[in-house]
């Protein structure tokens, strides 16, 4: 990722920070940014008609940096000027308990005079595209507890697993539990995009308690498609249960079609 991608997780950091300790009892919908609407007040137009888009987003996450909310990919039969968005992306709060924030984005849209259009046809279809792209993240709000205990006294071990996911990525940890305190022991992460979006770049995770994770990368490719495994060594200077809370932020893209007919007289 580039300096500017670290540079926003490491504000989301700060700014989120003690959500985990301060949270309460009920937990906010795992559902990601979800597009509620994304229609035209008239599918259908003829020669110099107007038609407006409306795009309205609800935000589940607690933290979001939205790049892009735009309509690419317009048509040779088209004029589609943006309006805003209210609020702006930039300014588009967190979800927090008992508040879901939304986002309303209008574009107009303008078919050509008859004489403008290309030739050639009587009704052709002009799909637009939205593009709405956005740096998010996800934590483990219900904690994985591991149990280190000296070498001597671990009687067997069991494998402990934790899944979780918002719509947008999924992920699987795995370990053993107890684990040895002095040699520590391996954690299987595997982590999916999901959802009818799609991963761009790749992973960027943060541990906590950090002390248990110093020999694992805090940056994952997807080794095929939006698919990223690995396994990294965990470790403790002391005995007892630790609750683990990784978080992973990612950037993901959705790219939701409007069809829009242009008709000519």
């Known amino acids: 990722m580039g300096d500017k991608i670290l540079i926003i997780i490491i504000l989301a950091i700060v700014i989120s920070s003690g959500c985990i300790e301060n949270g309460s009892d009920e937990e906010l919908p795992n559902r990601g940014l979800e597009i509620e609407e994304f229609t035209i007040t008239d599918s259908e137009l003829r020669p110099n008609q107007n038609a407006v888009i409306r795009a309205t987003l609800r935000n589940y996450h607690e933290w979001i940096d939205i790049q892009t909310a735009d309509i690419v990919n317009e048509g040779d039969n088209l004029n589609v000027d943006k309006q805003g968005c209210t609020p702006d992306p930039e300014d588009l709060d967190g979800a927090q308990h008992g508040s879901v924030p939304t986002m309303q984005c209008t574009w107009t849209v303008e078919a050509p005079s008859e004489e403008d259009m290309t030739s050639g ?145």
């Open 121 to 265: 046809f009587e009704s052709r279809s002009e799909p637009v595209q939205l593009r709405l792209a956005y740096n998010a993240s996800i934590t483990n709000m219900d904690a994985m507890q591991i149990d280190f205990q000296d070498n001597a006294d671990i009687d067997y071990t069991e494998t402990i697993s934790k899944s979780f996911s918002n719509n947008e990525i999924s992920v699987h940890m795995t370990t053993d539990s107890p684990v040895a305190s002095e040699s520590g022991s391996s954690m299987e992460f595997e982590i999916m995009g999901e959802g009818p979006g799609r991963i761009s770049e790749g992973y960027w995770l943060e541990y906590e308690p950090p002390e248990l994770f110093e020999d694992c990368d805090t940056e994952r490719e997807p080794i095929s498609g939006s698919e990223a495994r690995f396994v990294c060594t965990i470790q403790s200077d002391t005995t007892g249960v630790e609750n683990v809370f990784p978080t992973i932020y990612y950037k993901y893209v959705k790219e939701p079609n409007l069809d829009i007919t242009v008709v000519r007289r």
